[in-house]
């Protein structure tokens, strides 16, 4: 089966993720991009059929995604890890039941750029893909095979990292009822051919830079424009999403502390371990050097079970709470995504106005040669206003059933994971107790 290369298809991938049409300034004068500005409005629906699937029709439909087995490809800066992405559904969508290929992480990230360019416009929440790590990735380039290398502990923690983070990112597509039959979807998980090579991926590409200073405008637009919000269930979503996801990162930045904290206290007990080692050797006293060479046992043991306690930190509470708040940022893009729609149709009402106003001049003038001409400019753009404020609800709508879901999954996510770090926790304390309890004879038997 093929692995990802490098195929080059810049200029095709760059104008897919392109979005249908930017931020519009509604102080703009007169008709300045009046002409491309609506082209998304006028667009038929992407995919009709997938509006016909209900979200809970997915009864004894499943799909399972996993993505393992790591593998270094080529070798110095050109070089990159490809993943095994491995799939059973029964969903008629795709071809086989049970299937796998090879992706690399720029295809991860090429096809969250597809279905952002697609469906962001629609008011659909997309999950976020991983982040770029460009250290990790240059010490995986310059090393060896990272299965096979044993000093490189920290770029197999890394690498574990990012490829559960990729399976979180292709379940979380996969759970959504629209996203999960998306063409581009289907083909980056059942296709044994390479994908066109995403170079506006490229962290330091100019794509990449590009894409940095439209974050930028991005986000000044966010701060410089209010919108005057008519619907108080999107002020009280937005304050309430603001709150959460600001908890949420302090909840992080604590837990990564206690992550570094049980590392640290792991360590510390491992030196507990050796040096009580080392003293039972040189202890004349026969049941005292028993003692202590036990003592040294069980605090080795204790390391690892901090060791472990420190991962189910990071991997089971500390990675869900990560996804989330990349989520909330996913629909904070939602939200804005609407006040952008919103700013569109407002500049449309103000050409109108203008459109309306040109034609009553010419008709106090009784310039009879340019009314035909006034008379379809204003046609022109009362359809157009119709088109945006159709825009306009049905993003809107969209976003509180998107809302609704994510809300009902996130629920279901977060027992989940707070059940299974609870359940780890508690089998840790359990079998250090018993570690515990097996010495306190042997201290008891010194004479």
Known sequence: MDTNGTMEHGETEQSRA????????????????????????????????????????????????????????GDGMGSYLAY????????????????????????FLGLHDLLVS?????????????????????????????QSDPGTGVNLEWIENRRASLERFLNRVAQH???????????????????????????????????LFNKVGETVNKITYKMDENDPWFNDKINEVETIDANMQKLHSAIKALVTHRKELATLTGGVAKSAALLSTCEEHTGLSQALSQLADVEEKVELLRSEQANS?????????????????????????????????????????????????????????????????????????????????NISSEIKKEMER???????DFKSTIIKYLEDQMAHQQQQMKYWEAIVPVARDIA
């Open 18 to 73: 392109q979005p249908a049409f930017d931020n519009v300034d509604i102080t703009s004068p007169d008709d300045e991009n009046e002409n491309d500005i609506f082209e998304s409005a006028i667009q038929e629906p992407l995919s009709p059929v997938l509006e016909d699937v209900p979200t809970d029709e997915a009864g004894d439909a499943f799909i399972e995604i996993s993505v393992a087995d790591p593998q270094k490809v």
């Open 84 to 107: 095994k992405v491995s799939t059973k559904t029964n969903i008629m969508k795709f071809k086989k039941r049970q299937f796998f290929t090879m992706r690399r992480f720029s295809d």
């Open 118 to 146: 697609k469906y962001l416009r629609m008011g659909r929440i997309i999950p976020p893909a991983p982040e770029k790590n460009i250290i990790g990735t240059t010490k995986v380039r310059m090393g060896s095979q990272p």
């Open 177 to 211: 009822p629209i996203l999960c039959l998306d063409t581009d979807f289907v083909n980056f998980l059942e296709s044994d051919q390479e994908l066109p090579r995403a170079v506006n991926t490229a962290a330091l590409s100019g794509a990449g830079v590009m894409r």
């Open 313 to 393: 930190d990071l991997y089971i509470l500390s990675e869900t709470i990560k996804d989330y708040i990349g989520l909330f940022g996913a629909i904070k893009d939602v939200f804005h995504e609407r006040v952008k729609v919103f700013q569109n149709w407002q500049h449309a009402q103000i050409q109108l106005t203008k459109k309306r106003e040109n034609k009553a001049k010419l008709e106090l003038q009784e310039r009879r040669d340019k009314l035909e001409f006034a008379q379809k400019e204003v046609e022109e753009w009362e359809g157009k206003v119709q088109r945006c404020q159709k825009e306009f609800d």
């Open 406 to 412: 994510f809300e009902l999954a996130r629920a279901r």
